[in-house]
């Protein structure tokens, strides 16, 4: 999974967790009265707005279009592989000791298949 698409679905479940977090009896607490009520619909208020922000600048920012820079205006349709190449790529690995202390390096070529692709949007 992505980062983006970690920041995404923390968006959308950071008001649901804070809904589930009121029906526990120490949280709940903290909201007696009519303060802690507008208190609880504040704090509400500011996930939901927090969310909003993360699910429209990471979703939002990735389908921009590119002419009159509309959020969410891009889909996806079509994707073409161009060319398919085997590459390696050599890696330094440390050897370390029981303390964490490093002790030696060695290098190892890690095989793989570099795909270029087009996206038609």
């Given at each position: 999974?992505?980062?983006l698409n970690s920041f995404k679905w923390f968006g959308i479940l950071l008001p649901v967790l804070h809904v589930l977090f009121l029906f526990s009896s120490d949280y709940r607490s903290h909201y007696s009265g009519v303060f802690g009520v507008l208190g609880w619909i504040a704090a509400e208020l500011f996930f939901l707005f927090i969310s909003f922000c993360l699910i429209y600048f990471v979703v939002g920012k990735k389908s921009k279009c590119p002419a009159c820079k509309k959020p969410f205006?891009?889909?996806?349709t079509n994707q073409e592989v161009i060319s398919k190449e085997n590459v390696s790529v050599l890696v330094e690995n440390k050897t370390r000791n029981r303390n964490g202390e490093v002790t030696g390096t060695t290098e190892q070529y890690v095989p793989g298949?570099?795909?270029k692709s087009?996206?038609?949007e």
């Open positions: 999974m992505s980062i205006a891009l889909k996806q298949i570099r795909t087009s996206r038609r």
